[in-house]
C-alpha cells in the first residue's frame, strides 16, 4: 500500500514570495490533516479536511495560507506571501475517517524562507 | 482546550537499559493519547494508542505506556531499549467530541548509546 506522498520535498524562497505544496493522502482515507512543525516544537495542527469539507482551522492563519481539497483526495496548502517565521517543516497526514484513528503521515515538505 | 506538556527534552540512555519518557497533559473532557515515534529524515509513525479500556496499552517494538487518569499522565517505557530506537517520540492528545484533532508535545529526542 503507497503511503503518503508528499512535493516538493524542500523548497527555498524569499519572504513575500508564494509558495505551494501538494498531498497525496493513502488511498480511501476520509481524513486529510495538514501539521506545521517548526523546528524544536511537536508537529502543531494547520486544517484537518474530511472528505472536502473542513473540520477545523481554527489555528491557520488565513490571512496569508490557504488550503483545498477538491474532489476529496488529494489537497493544496498556499503560503502567500510568506515570512520568515513560516520556515518549518509542512507535514501531510491522513486517516481512514476519525482523527482518534491511526495517522500515516508523508514525509513532510521543509521550507526555508530567506 | 487540551496541551501536552512532554517533561525531558533530551534523554540519554545506554543500550539495554530501561527508559521512561514522560508525558502530562491538560484538559476538560475525556481524552484520546497517543505515542508517536519520528525516526531521522522519516515521517511520525504511531507507536501506540489509549482510546479507552485497559490502562495499559502495548505498542510496536517493545514500548508499553500507561494511562493515569488522576496524574494525567501517559508515560511511555520500554525495559530494554536498542541503537535503533534512537529517535525523537511526541505524545499528543486528542478531546472525545468535535473534531478531535490532537495537539502535540514538543518532543523528547532518545538518544540511545552502545
Known amino acids: 500500500e503507497a503511503g503518503v506522498a508528499q512535493s516538493p520535498r524542500y523548497k527555498i524562497i524569499e519572504k513575500r514570495q508564494s509558495v505551494a505544496f501538494w498531498c497525496n493522502p493513502i488511498?480511501?482515507?476520509?481524513?486529510l490533516y495538514w501539521y506545521q512543525q517548526i523546528l524544536g516544537q511537536g508537529p502543531k495542527l494547520l486544517i484537518q479536511f474530511q472528505n472536502n469539507g473542513v473540520v477545523d482551522d481554527s489555528q491557520l492563519p488565513k490571512d496569508r495560507f490557504s488550503a483545498e481539497r477538491l474532489k476529496g483526495v488529494d489537497s493544496t496548502l498556499k503560503i502567500q506571501p510568506a515570512k520568515l517565521e513560516d520556515s518549518a517543516v509542512y507535514l501531510c497526514a491522513s486517516s481512514l475517517r476519525r482523527a482518534r484513528e491511526t495517522q500515516y503521515f508523508g514525509p513532510g515538505t521543509r521550507l526555508l524562507v530567506l | 482546550a487540551q496541551s501536552v506538556t512532554q517533561l525531558d527534552s533530551q534523554v540519554p540512555v545506554f543500550e539495554e537499559a530501561p527508559v521512561e519518557l514522560r508525558c502530562n497533559y491538560s484538559s476538560s473532557v475525556s481524552v484520546y493519547l497517543f505515542w508517536y515515534v519520528q525516526y531521522p529524515n522519516q515521517g511520525l509513525q504511531l507507536l501506540l494508542k489509549y482510546l479507552s479500556g485497559s490502562t495499559l496499552v502495548k505498542g510496536i517494538n517493545g514500548f508499553e505506556a500507561e494511562f493515569n487518569k488522576s496524574q494525567t499522565s501517559f508515560h511511555l517505557r520500554k525495559p530494554s531499549v536498542h541503537i535503533s530506537d534512537t529517535a525523537e517520540y511526541f505524545c499528543?492528545?486528542?478531546?472525545?467530541?468535535?473534531?478531535?484533532?490532537?495537539?502535540f508535545g514538543k518532543g523528547t529526542k532518545l538518544t540511545v548509546n552502545p
Open positions: 488511498s480511501g482515507h476520509a481524513t
Open positions: 499528543a492528545v486528542g478531546q472525545q467530541g468535535g473534531s478531535e484533532k490532537l495537539v
